[in-house]
């Protein structure tokens, strides 16, 4: 069975660092586009960051510069670095695969993505 778990989040203050971690099982990431989200009450869901089966990666303006997407296909884990945190980045995000051929590129939408992990939240408070 498909299953993706976020790990990671939590308080912090803003101009701090996070790193979350997305394991997967019951497939590799190689073979995937793998992306983040996040969504806030009352917002729609964003797609953030993007890396695709060749490595290439994509950011949303918001945290462009800030954020770093990357995985790791031995251990089968996606990461997102989180730099310079601000209030707004407060969200729950989310993890989320979808077999390359069946991926049209950037930017991301969630209807195209098929597995989708439980979600993380992060609070940015000072």
């Known amino acids: 069975e498909v299953q993706l778990v976020e790990s990671g989040g939590g308080l912090v203050q803003p101009g701090e660092s996070m790193r979350l971690s997305c394991s997967a099982s019951?497939?590799?990431?190689?073979?995937?586009?793998m992306s983040w989200f996040r969504q806030a009450p009352g917002k729609e869901r964003e797609g953030i960051a993007t890396?695709?089966?060749?490595?290439?990666?994509s950011y949303a303006d918001s945290v462009k510069g800030r954020f770093s997407i990357s995985q790791d296909n031995a251990k089968n884990t996606l990461y997102l670095q989180m730099n310079s945190l601000k209030p707004e980045d407060t969200s729950i995000y989310y993890c989320?695969?979808?077999?390359?051929?069946?991926?049209?590129?950037?930017?991301?939408?969630?209807?195209?993505?098929?597995?989708w992990g439980q979600g993380t939240q992060v609070t940015v408070s000072s």
């Open positions: 989320a695969g979808v077999y390359r051929r069946e991926y049209c590129g950037p930017p991301p939408r969630p209807a195209d993505f098929r597995y």
């Open positions: 019951g497939f590799t990431f190689s073979a995937y586009a």
């Open positions: 890396i695709d089966s060749d490595g290439s990666t």
